[in-house]
């Protein structure tokens, strides 16, 4: 399974991205979809992740109400919003995918086997 995210950028305090992972596996509402990211000097962490379809999200506590993950079946595509953007949310995001669903408390980098490359986002203030 081959992941590619995409759409990261340079974007004011305040500001919105929304990137998207785009994948090989087939058929792709089989995979859980999860974002995580990893600031620099830091772990990589937990964003948002998202099951067969769009009404089974979860989220870090640090990103609800302002970012949204969703999924495109017919795409082979998930998305994530990033609305009111802030300085600490500067990093490289990375998509990440598994075969089946875990259970919501699986938000460790291990419960996921495909990852994509990684796409910056720099939020300046």
């Known amino acids: 399974v081959q992941l590619q995210a995409s759409g990261g950028g340079l974007v004011e305090a305040g500001g919105s991205l929304r990137l998207s992972c785009a994948a090989s596996?087939?058929?792709?509402?089989?995979?859980?979809v999860a974002w995580f990211r990893q600031a620099p000097g830091k772990e990589r962490e937990f964003v948002a992740g998202i099951r067969w379809n769009n009404n089974a999200a979860h989220y870090a506590d640090s990103v609800k109400g302002r970012f949204t993950i969703s999924r495109d079946n017919a795409k082979n595509t998930a998305y994530l919003q990033m609305n009111s953007l802030k300085p600490e949310d500067t990093a490289v995001y990375y998509c990440a995918a598994r075969l089946g669903f875990p259970a919501l408390s699986a938000i460790g980098t291990i419960n996921y086997d495909y990852w994509g490359q990684g796409t910056l986002v720099t939020v300046s203030s």
């Open positions: 596996a087939r058929p792709f509402s089989s995979y859980a």
